[in-house]
């Protein structure tokens, strides 16, 4: 994850002073693009601690077609219990949703867009709602029968429904590709980057969506490009930063994937686990910006 790191560095170096939506401030830079080999390991940050557990959960919880916060604690821990958190649980609690007429969960997030985009057009009439698109099962199905397409697309960013979420998509599109070798890479575009809290999680994240896209679909992995817009450091952030790069990387760990599942909404917690053991420093507390 030397990358990481370097994009870590290149912001602190070379990026401007902004204010922002949750008034912390940030350090940013706009347009950074950054290439993770999946077949040198998988790129799991190591100077700290990974919530891989939480990776894993949450990825489930959106190829599931979720908006429901407590059915993501029940994923993680087994529990929709109140007094189980999950990294959705400050949004869903956040002053600004909490009025918000959605019977407590997260609104039309990413997960329903990608199993429910609803499309407003019925034989030319517009009607909220009338049709339903899943997104991530034609994704599969272009894959498998139509390779060489320019048109492996998923996209979060619904723009007539982003006040009916509890936070606009962040990672807002994917695009997959797949090699002459047969090979399935993803590059996926974020608008915004939290480059401390969020970004190891969504590099990971998309990373493990790919392997599981690729083994359904019978291909390799190639790539996981990672394109993002603001790309930031909040200030509440920069000494945790300082001190992850002070730490040297370790080895980075292989993805194990439970080899009978051959249909993306089999996978569970359990099909889900490490190959070569994932070895990583202490985990650096950071508060996030809500």
Same mark, same amino acid.
């Given at each position: 994850?030397?990358?990481?790191?370097?994009?870590?560095?290149?912001?602190?170096?070379?990026?401007?002073?902004? %204010?922002?939506?949750?008034?912390?401030?940030?350090?940013?830079? !706009?347009?950074?693009?950054?290439?993770?080999?999946?077949?040198?390991? !998988?790129?799991?940050?190591?100077?700290?601690?990974?919530? $891989?557990?939480? @990776?894993?959960?949450? =990825? *489930?919880?959106?190829?599931?077609?979720?908006? %429901?916060?407590?059915?993501? #604690?029940?994923? *993680?821990?087994?529990?929709?219990?109140?007094?189980?958190?999950?990294?959705?649980?400050?949004?869903?609690? #956040?002053?600004?949703?909490?009025?918000?007429?959605?019977?407590?969960? =997260?609104?039309? @997030?990413?997960?329903?867009?990608? @199993? +429910? $985009?609803?499309?407003?057009?019925?034989?030319?009439? &517009?009607?909220?709602?009338?049709?339903?698109?899943?997104?991530?099962?034609?994704?599969?199905?272009?894959?498998?029968?139509?390779?060489?397409?320019?048109?492996?697309?998923?996209? #979060?960013?619904?723009?007539?429904?982003? %006040?009916?979420?509890? &936070?606009?998509?962040?990672?807002?599109?994917?695009? !997959?590709?797949?090699?002459? /070798?047969?090979?399935?890479?993803?590059?996926?575009?974020?608008?915004?980057?939290?480059?401390?809290?969020?970004?190891?999680?969504?590099?990971?994240?998309?990373?493990? =969506?790919?392997?599981?896209?690729?083994?359904?679909?019978?291909?390799?992995?190639?790539? !996981?490009?990672?394109?993002?817009? +603001? #790309?930031?450091?909040?200030?509440?952030?920069?000494?945790?930063?300082?001190?992850?790069?002070?730490?040297?990387?370790?080895? &980075?760990?292989?993805? $194990? *994937?439970?080899?009978?599942?051959?249909?993306?909404? /089999?996978?569970?917690?359990? %099909?889900?686990? $490490? /190959?070569?053991?994932?070895?990583?420093? +202490?985990?650096?507390?950071?508060?996030?910006?809500?």
């Amino acid at each position: 994850m030397k990358q990481y790191l370097d994009d870590l560095r290149n912001i602190l170096e070379n990026g401007e002073e902004h %204010d922002d939506r949750t008034g912390t401030g940030t350090i940013s830079v !706009f347009g950074l693009q950054t290439r993770y080999n999946l077949n040198v390991g !998988f790129p799991a940050v190591t100077t700290k601690n990974l919530a $891989w557990e939480s @990776v894993k959960s949450e =990825l *489930l919880w959106f190829i599931e077609g979720s908006g %429901d916060e407590r059915r993501l #604690a029940e994923i *993680l821990h087994g529990t929709r219990d109140a007094s189980k958190r999950t990294i959705w649980t400050d949004n869903a609690n #956040a002053e600004y949703w909490k009025g918000a007429n959605f019977k407590g969960d =997260l609104g039309r @997030v990413y997960g329903t867009q990608w @199993v +429910d $985009w609803r499309s407003p057009i019925i034989n030319g009439i &517009l009607v909220q709602g009338s049709t339903s698109t899943n997104q991530l099962a034609n994704l599969i199905e272009g894959i498998k029968n139509n390779p060489t397409s320019r048109r492996h697309i998923i996209t #979060a960013w619904n723009p007539g429904e982003l %006040d009916q979420m509890a &936070l606009p998509p962040c990672h807002l599109l994917a695009q !997959f590709y797949v090699s002459n /070798d047969r090979k399935l890479s993803c590059q996926m575009y974020q608008r915004s980057a939290d480059m401390f809290l969020g970004v190891p999680f969504n590099i990971a994240s998309y990373a493990l =969506l790919t392997h599981m896209i690729a083994q359904v679909c019978d291909l390799d992995v190639g790539e !996981f490009i990672h394109t993002i817009g +603001d #790309a930031h450091i909040y200030t509440n952030h920069l000494s945790a930063v300082t001190k992850q790069l002070n730490r040297k990387p370790h080895s &980075l760990p292989t993805l $194990w *994937l439970n080899p009978s599942i051959k249909n993306i909404n /089999d996978f569970k917690m359990s %099909d889900i686990n $490490w /190959d070569m053991p994932y070895t990583c420093d +202490d985990a650096i507390p950071a508060k996030m910006a809500v």
